[in-house]
């Protein structure tokens, strides 16, 4: 999937005096993942709540609601898991 990129700081990335444009997906599921229930106001169900997973509230379907998550977001996840308190996301190519 394309789209605008950005930085590790949620800043545009510009080249040439252009927004940058490429594949997004990754940036897409970060920004998913990381965000809680509720941050996006249009979709206030949509958030993966990884920081609760990371630091101790066990959710057994926490990996297939995140799964079903991007893939309404258009990005296929082969794998989410938490592992050594990372959470580890495999893409489909």
């Known amino acids: 999937m394309k789209g605008i ?4 700081d949620g800043n545009l990335t510009v080249s040439g005096g252009r927004i940058s ?13 990381g965000a809680f229930a509720g941050e996006y106001k249009h979709a ?6 990884a ?9 057994p ?9 991007l893939k309404q977001c258009l990005v296929e996840a082969e794998r989410v898991a938490v592992e050594d308190g990372e959470v580890v ?3 489909r190519s």
């Open 89 to 91: 996301v495999e893409l």
């Open 51 to 59: 920081r609760w997973i990371i630091s101790g509230r066990p959710d």
């Open 44 to 49: 206030p169900m949509l958030g993966g709540n």
């Open 21 to 33: 444009i490429g594949d997004n997906r990754a940036q897409v599921a970060q920004h998913l993942i």
């Open 5 to 8: 990129l950005v930085d590790n």
């Open 61 to 69: 379907f926490w990996t297939g609601s995140v799964k079903s998550q």
